[in-house]
């Protein structure tokens, strides 16, 4: 079984989309369901963590990002094999650029 980290920035990601689904949507049921199936994902990446797609990106990155898809959030993350965890890194809109904000 593989340790999940979730990263400062994942939080600070998570915090703020729902807390923009919440307060600026007025759509808390919303904000409550992207909760729910974001932690549900999380969950799904014990014991397959490739189970996602790998990143595809223009620049050059220091680790192999995996990402699935929460409605219209991306979620990015690494694995570290050789101690069996997984960092979730950051949470990013579909419309975000990634290639700068993964760099």
């Known amino acids: 079984m ?5 990263a400062k920035t994942m939080k600070t990601d998570f915090g703020r989309i729902t ?7 007025y759509n808390s049921g919303a904000a409550e369901k992207f909760a729910t199936n974001t ?16 990143h595809e990106s223009v620049n050059s990155l220091d680790y192999e990002y ?3 898809i929460v409605g219209n959030y991306i979620v990015f993350y690494t694995i570290d094999e050789e101690n069996n965890k997984i960092s979730i ?13 993964l760099v």
């Open 66 to 68: 995996r990402r699935f």
């Open 39 to 54: 932690g549900k994902k999380l969950e799904n990446l014990n014991p397959f963590p490739k189970k996602y797609t790998v």
């Open 2 to 6: 593989y340790k999940i980290n979730l």
């Open 89 to 101: 890194i950051r949470i990013l809109h579909e419309r975000q650029d990634s290639e700068n904000v």
């Open 19 to 25: 807390q923009y689904i919440r307060d600026e949507l």
